[in-house]
């Protein structure tokens, strides 16, 4: 495995701000935002709503993808980003995606991992 | 950050058989009687084909998610499933997920990290 496209950065968030977890409609609109400002491109995307409250949203990115899950139940989202650096190096638009997230959502804390991959 | 939603498996797979990463129908048709047969729910997927060749796939799931990103050129693709326990643990099938995806790609060799979230 000589080639290794990129990296993912996964995070696990605690917030006070339950309503930003229960409707996507903001996010949507802040990563379309973000992704124009970075100059990535989003091929596709699903937002999805719970019954039981919290959403998923995932984008398709041509440099691969972001997901997040919600649990407004338990103050928690978890938040993915992974981009190719198939044209240029990426790795600091990935972590500044997961600063951008930590601060829509008002993080209280948080813990995340870096996979080079 | 008590409450631990579930597992992400992630993996970079090699493979000769690069005509299977080249055009997504066959793999959207796997996944999608895989997902039928562990019981698990979509809720939405974006399949994107690139210019260059290779694709991105990315099927939402109630459980959470699961995104393969190929790289014909390289003979390459990275894999992803991550599965809340929300109504049950699906930390076997997350794993069954991944050996799946190495059988269906005929991989010669891969990497693999598990993150517990």
Redesign the interface.
């Known amino acids: ?1 000589n ?3 990129g990296l ?1 950065v ?1 995070a ?1 968030i ?1 917030t006070d701000a339950t309503h930003l977890l229960a409707d996507y409609a903001p996010l949507r609109q802040f990563y379309a935002e973000r992704i124009g400002a970075y100059g990535l491109q989003a ?4 937002f ?1 709503p ?1 019954e039981g409250g919290g959403f ?1 949203g ?1 984008i ?1 990115l ?1 440099e ?2 972001l ?1 997040v ?1 919600t ?1 407004p139940e ?1 103050g ?1 989202l ?1 938040f ?1 980003v ?1 981009l ?1 650096n198939f044209r240029r190096v990426n790795d600091g638009k990935a972590r500044h995606l997961l600063e951008d997230t930590l601060s829509f959502f008002k993080a209280t ?3 995340s ?1 870096e ?1 080079r ?1």
């Open positions: 495995m080639y290794t496209p993912h996964l696990e605690s091929v596709g995307e699903v999805h719970f998923t995932v398709c041509t691969s993808h997901a899950h649990w338990f928690l978890t993915d992974y190719s804390r948080y813990t991992h996979v991959r």
